[in-house]
């Protein structure tokens, strides 16, 4: 499948989460069951039989996550610095995050699946893995380094309430269990009725993700700041896909499938969790949602011309 034929599909589950959200169908009682179905048993579901299917060395790449995460680690602190430009100080937590987390598990997975098949799922899903941790410290991090001096918030009772947050992560334990199940070869997936339901649960997870996404789209707040969250997301989408192909065929050495699976990766648009860290730590919320909102029209056709430029 060409990658046109799979962002089609997905302009068309988000165009219907915003129309049904401009419909009063999907209200915030409607998205916060879906997010929670996605994040406690869908997600989790697929997230664990497409690692169980595969022999763990097959799937898992040491290369391919050293290398997402250098991406990750680079952008985050250029991305610092860009941000202490900004005179508004409850912006730069939003303009910080809006250069470092992208949509990996949602739109990420999704495009990897329909573009490469199940065994760059896999992989996919094992880079999340891989950094499901960092990614949620340096966020706390960085927000804590931009919040401002009247709100008062602990960070070591943050970062702790952070980490723990992370071990119980539902997405990260299937992870984990999936990789025991390969490593161990242990039969899991034999079970005819169990292996149907993480497959059928796997199928509805990503239109439903992607109708989440559509509904979470916040426009109101865009006007006016759109020269700055066109340019973050453009860079977002073009110039960092474009910098992780480079430094992952010339330092990491990575070629095929994993540099496909790699630059598709860093190639989503902003994460949707990072309007919910924003919130809770006195960023502005409003702008974050304008970068989460753009970036993801913006993908649908950012997302193919990467793959036609870099023939991956």
Known sequence: ????????????????????????????????????????????????RSIASFDFEESFSLALGLHNLTVLMITFAVGMVFAF????????????QAWYRNNQAYVGLHVTKSVFGDLALAKATLVNGFEIPVVNIIAIIGLEIFKDDDIRISFRRKAIKTLMNVLKNPF?????AGILVSIFKIPVLSVTALDNTLEMAGRVALPM???????????????????????????????????????????????????????????????????VFAKEMGADENLMASFIGLSTIFSIITMPIINIILKL
């Open 172 to 176: 990260l334990i299937s992870i984990t």
């Open 1 to 48: 499948m060409s990658i046109i034929d799979a962002m089609l599909p997905m302009a068309f589950f988000i165009a219907l989460g915003y129309f049904l959200r401009r419909v009063n169908l999907i209200d915030d009682k409607v998205k916060t069951f879906l997010n929670k179905l996605l994040f406690y048993f869908a997600l989790p579901a697929m997230a664990f």
């Open 85 to 96: 430009l900004l005179k508004n100080r409850k912006q730069r937590g939003s303009f910080h």
């Open 209 to 275: 993700a992607l109708i989440l996404i559509g509904g979470s789209l916040t426009l109101s707040h865009l006007k006016e700041n759109f020269v700055m969250v066109s340019i973050v997301s453009l860079i977002r989408l073009l110039i960092v896909p474009v910098f992780a192909y480079f430094l992952g065929i010339w330092v990491f050495h990575l070629s095929g499938l994993d540099l496909s699976v790699a630059v598709t990766l860093l190639s989503t648009p902003v994460a949707i969790s990072s309007y």
